[in-house]
């Protein structure tokens, strides 16, 4: 079975500094892999996904994730730190060749500082 | 182009009850899917309809259920609530290809006393 492991329930930076979110995933298939963004009392935003295109992949909002098979690791990075940036980030995984749902990591509560 | 839309925003209801949310998808989209959200539990599959057919189904109980009518639109119904059962409730919505990303309604509030 897939899953998803945030490492990271609450992660606190301060504006301008680079946003590190982490993201493992257990799959016995490369899976495709989401990255989604919670702001309070809305739905989910997509940010970005990976699906066996480039490693690199570039999102909304100046987010990016590499995708490494040695390290079953999707982590999500940012140079610079936006006040507008802080919400909640889920990472999620889909296989390929499987169910057609997601399965969420539990999410990383992201905090900009002044 | 409209977004994915969820009816109501916010539910009040009482043990024992039932409850009925609607979900209308993005234009030409024929899948959607339904998610749980809870601060315990995190986010949590509930079933997917693809055509008015429900393909997949997450491990909820039988009280969960849901349906996809002609025009995409879909409904879920949750019967006898339970205080467990409150809740975000998400919509998504896509093309119904797993390389495609979903797009999420702003989901309903649902708060059971």
């Known amino acids: 079975a897939q899953s998803v492991t945030q490492l990271g329930s609450h992660v606190s930076v301060s504006e301008g500094a680079l946003v590190l979110l982490r993201c493992n995933y257990s799959?016995?298939?490369?899976?495709?892999l989401f990255w989604y963004v919670q702001y309070p009392n809305q739905g989910l935003q997509l940010l970005l996904k990976y699906t066996s295109a480039a490693t690199l992949v570039k999102g909304i909002n100046g987010f990016e994730a590499e995708f490494k098979k040695s390290e079953t690791s999707f982590h999500l990075t940012k140079p610079s730190a936006h006040m507008s940036d802080a919400a909640e980030y889920f990472c999620?995984?889909?296989?390929?060749?499987?169910?057609?749902?997601?399965?969420f990591g539990k999410g990383t509560k992201l905090t900009v500082n002044p | 182009k409209a977004g994915v839309t969820q009816t109501p925003r916010y539910l009040i209801k009482t043990r024992g009850q039932q409850v009925t949310l609607s979900c209308s998808p993005i234009s030409g989209h024929r899948s959607v899917s339904w998610y749980q959200q809870t601060p315990g539990q995190g986010l949590q599959f509930l079933f997917e309809?693809?055509?008015?057919?429900?393909?997949n189904k997450g491990n909820f109980p039988g009280r969960f259920s849901g349906r996809q009518f002609s025009n995409s639109r879909s409904e879920m119904n949750v019967s006898t609530l339970e205080l467990g059962d409150s809740a975000l409730y998400l919509c998504a919505s896509s093309v119904g290809n797993r390389e495609t990303e979903a797009f999420f309604g702003q989901g309903t509030r649902l708060t059971v006393v």
């Open positions: 799959s016995s298939v490369p899976p495709y």
């Open positions: 999620a995984v889909i296989s390929p060749g499987g169910s057609e749902k997601l399965v």
């Open positions: 309809y693809f055509s008015e057919t429900q393909r």
